[in-house]
């Protein structure tokens, strides 16, 4: 049940008869009078259960694209129905317009669209919708909530997805495909063929020649095929936020990055994300890659677990047997000498070829720099102190013989698509 | 094609009518309890706490004094503003005014004109004199039970009473007073005067419903209150300045109604404002109901990732740590300018030094004392030390 400003404007005209008649009584009989007025309006309402909806929504969004989720109202009563519906969502789907009236003759029905600008990564559930039907006073009328239930996927926002032009180019330098295709890092053997004038006489294979009766050169092409393993840890100190986002977000694009530059690239790409399980995973060639990985990155959250290391570097293990460039999307501070980073490291880099990726706090540039006074000096010297520590494991880490990229959150996804399209060209994947 | 997706609807019969009927222990409860509160609203007059009131049955009251008067067939009207009392009779009416210390100048005028039997009670200050009590208060300090020792009828008639709290000493010999303790302060006085009796009982433990039954006080207060057939009781209160009316006073109408605070506002204005304050209330029902509940939602925690940095700055604040703050600012700054120069970690102090010297043109045992030199020891030296590094460090980064 509710009423409707109707009433109180009636409710207001009230002042007139009492203030004519000098008695209270008057008054009171008047708000009693508005009273019974609205019941009767109430019971004069369509019921609640005439009216049928079914929500719509699109799969996927993007995180800060804006979208709208449909709401169909239908008449399933015998009457015309005339009310509001609410639409309501959870607050961070960023729901503008979610009253919409309608009226509605038995058997009709309408489409209402609530535009939504989600704020958050993740899943985004619908809440109740909630229907008033009015009665033909417009005083007043029923009200009722109910569950339909509707589910709109927020996507990372992959705005790093900026760099991926400069970086194909890159990429194509390397590839061969604008430069003279030689034998050197970062290529592999691709077959024989006969020789035409202009072919670099060093690329003449003297065996095949000998073999087939003409000159033959061997062509190359760059590496393909290689495996890139990308590990996200969500667990701890990943909840960190760092500028606006928690850490986490920055890897997600570090990892949306990687897959799109390494898909281009031939390379077969999988992720994980992990605490002490593992919270999501994406196994996909070509361009279906970035649209899987994103959509399973999507809900994963960080949890307030320390990371199981040696679980993941069974888990590699199983996932991969060829070599592969496994690409540890973490936290390089002091507790990695405890917490079994290096020791993961040390185990992976056996077999394969790691990268450290680490998101670095810019706050923690600014507290290094402060010099106001004396607190700011000692602000200075304790991000001093942190600053030492993360180089003195991350020189452990280039020790073992991993790669290390401490970044920005903004700079950290080209910084580890800069560090793989390095070790492709000296074609250590 | 595929079939649409059922319609969501709400259930029916899970409405109003359902949820009374679920909710029904509640609402049994919900009745119960308003009828206590009726019962208990009812029940209870607000209680009336203002001393020598007829409606005060606390032991500073004067309910069982009226009680007694309405018994021997006197009508007892007590009111709240002198000028209710609208005397019709002066002749037939005993006007009784408590605390007539808090009367305005202009109440005891009216007292003085009026033509019938006043009874003051209690501090009656400089109401006494214009009303031809010549005698002044004075406090008693320990209550004592005397004879009347006086020729009043009604003082004799009582025999005996109680003194206590207040007290009169006379300045004249116009009223008699009655009840004299040792030291001639009297707690009883009264004058006649052009054809009516003014009577004051300074005393007025008297008349109260402790002390009523003690002595000859009964007596006393029923033959002094109760010489009319009605009584008009009034306590005074000091926010009342209204005047006694009574049929021949002022225009010589008794005033049927009269306005104790005149209102400048044009009438209805009240009702008007009565009906606002209602269809306010309705608007606070029509803004109150809710369109749907709020939708929950988790929301993740708000760490921030240099938490840990700023509690080891407020640590090495609290304790002063220059010393270590100076160490890790310098081992940053060697790092960098290592950096800067290809000097790697491992190549030692020495190679580190040679090389920013080198790069700063600056000598090495300078470089050596900032980079290396003794910890400082209050915070000035250490500001002085890092601006020093902070200039080496320009020096060496200079392109």
């Known amino acids: ?429 | 094609m595929t079939a649409p997706a059922p319609l969501h609807t709400a259930a029916p019969g899970t409405g109003l009518r359902a949820r009374a009927r679920r909710g029904r222990l509640g609402i049994v409860a919900l009745a119960l309890l308003c009828g206590l509160v009726a019962i208990l609203v009812i029940g209870s007059r607000p209680g009336d706490y203002v001393p020598l009131s007829t409606e005060n049955s606390t032991p500073s009251g004067a309910r069982a004094v009226a009680q007694i008067l309405r018994g021997h067939g006197v009508e007892v009207r007590q009111v709240d503003a002198l000028a209710r009392a609208a005397v019709r009779e002066p002749d037939a009416t005993t006007v009784v005014v408590a605390n007539a210390a808090l009367l305005t100048g202009g109440q005891v005028r009216s007292l003085v004109e009026y033509p019938g039997d006043v009874v003051l009670l209690g501090e009656s200050g400089a109401a006494l004199v214009p009303l031809g009590i010549d005698a002044t208060e004075e406090a008693i300090l320990v209550p004592r039970t005397v004879t009347a020792a006086c020729e009043d009828p009604d003082a004799v008639a009582a025999g005996t009473a109680r003194v206590d709290l207040i007290g009169l000493v006379a300045d004249g010999t116009a009223a008699t007073l009655c009840f004299p303790q040792g030291d001639g302060v009297s707690a009883f006085a009264r004058v006649e005067q052009g054809g009516r009796t003014v009577t004051a009982i300074a005393s007025s433990s008297l008349v109260t419903n402790a002390q009523l039954d003690s002595a000859g006080h009964a007596a006393l207060a029923v033959r002094s209150l109760g010489r009319h057939a009605d009584v008009v009781w009034y306590v005074a209160d000091g926010f009342d300045p209204s005047l006694l009316t009574w049929a021949g006073s002022g225009s010589g109408e008794v005033p049927t109604e009269v306005e104790a605070t005149p209102d400048f506002l044009p009438p209805g204005t009240g009702s008007a404002f009565y009906a606002i304050a209602l269809a306010v209330a309705v608007a606070a029902l029509w803004r109150a109901r809710r369109f749907g509940a709020l939708v929950s939602e988790p929301l993740p925690v708000v760490v921030r990732a240099s938490e840990a940095t700023r509690g080891r700055a407020r640590l090495y604040r609290r304790a002063r740590a220059t010393g270590r703050s100076a160490a890790s600012l310098r081992a940053a700054a060697a790092l960098r300018m290592g950096r800067r120069l290809g000097v790697s970690r491992t190549d030692g102090r020495d190679a580190l030094i040679r090389a920013v010297s080198r790069a700063a043109d600056r000598p090495e045992a300078d470089v050596d004392r900032l980079l290396y030199g003794p910890p400082p020891h209050d915070d000035a030296a250490l500001l002085t030390l890092i601006s020093e590094l902070d200039a080496l460090e320009s020096e060496v980064h200079r392109p």
């Open chain 1, 1 to 429: 049940m509710h009423i409707t400003g109707w009433t109180v404007a009636l409710a207001a005209l009230g002042v007139i008869p009492a203030a004519l008649t000098e008695s209270r009584t008057t008054a009171w009989a008047w708000i009693i009078g508005v009273g019974v007025l609205a019941l009767l309006d109430v019971w004069l309402a369509a019921p609640t259960s005439w009216v049928g909806v079914r929500r719509g929504t699109p799969g996927s969004v993007r995180l800060t694209q804006s979208t709208h989720a449909t709401l169909l109202v239908a008449n399933v009563g015998r009457r015309r129905v005339r009310g509001v519906v609410r639409d309501a969502w959870q607050p961070s789907a960023g729901a503008t317009g979610e009253r919409h009236a309608f009226a509605l003759r038995p058997g009709e029905s309408e489409t209402f669209r609530t535009s939504l600008l989600p704020t958050r990564r993740g899943d985004r559930l619908a809440g109740p919708v909630t229907v008033r039907t009015v009665g033909p006073l417009r005083l007043a009328g029923r009200q009722r909530s109910f569950e339909a239930p509707a589910r709109l996927r927020v996507l990372p926002e992959f705005a790093s997805r900026r760099h991926l032009p400069s970086r194909l180019v890159r990429l194509r330098e390397i590839d061969g495909r604008t430069a003279v295709r030689l034998k050197g890092a970062g290529s592999e053997f691709d077959s024989l063929r006969e020789y035409v004038v202009g072919d670099d006489v060093r690329a003449i294979d003297w065996r095949g020649t000998a073999r087939r009766g003409e000159v033959v050169v061997r062509t190359y092409r760059p590496e393909r095929d290689r495996r890139v393993v990308i590990a996200l840890d969500s667990a701890r100190l990943s909840a960190a936020r760092v500028g606006e986002a928690p850490r986490l977000d920055a890897s997600i694009e570090a990892a949306l990055l990687l897959a799109a530059l390494a898909s281009h690239a031939g390379d077969r790409v999988q992720a994980t994300a992990f605490d002490r399980t593992e919270q999501a995973r994406a196994a996909s060639s070509g361009s279906q890659m970035v649209a899987a990985l994103a959509d399973a990155l999507a809900t994963v959250e960080p949890s307030l677990l320390e990371p199981d290391w040696p679980a993941l570097v069974r888990l590699v293990e199983s996932r991969v047997s060829q070599r592969s460039l496994v690409v540890l999307l973490t936290t390089v501070d002091t507790s990695a000498m405890d917490s079994g980073l290096i020791e993961a490291v040390v185990a992976l880099q056996r077999k394969h070829q790691v990268l450290v990726g680490s998101v670095e706090d810019p706050e923690l540039g600014e507290m290094m720099a402060g010099r106001t006074d004396a607190d700011a000096i000692y602000d200075a010297g304790a991000a001093s102190r942190a600053m030492l520590e993360r180089e003195a494991v991350a020189t452990r880490l280039r020790q073992l013989g991993a790669e290390v990229v401490l970044a920005l959150p903004d700079d950290l996804a080209p910084a580890v698509c800069d560090r793989y399209l390095a070790l492709k060209a000296a074609g250590r994947l």
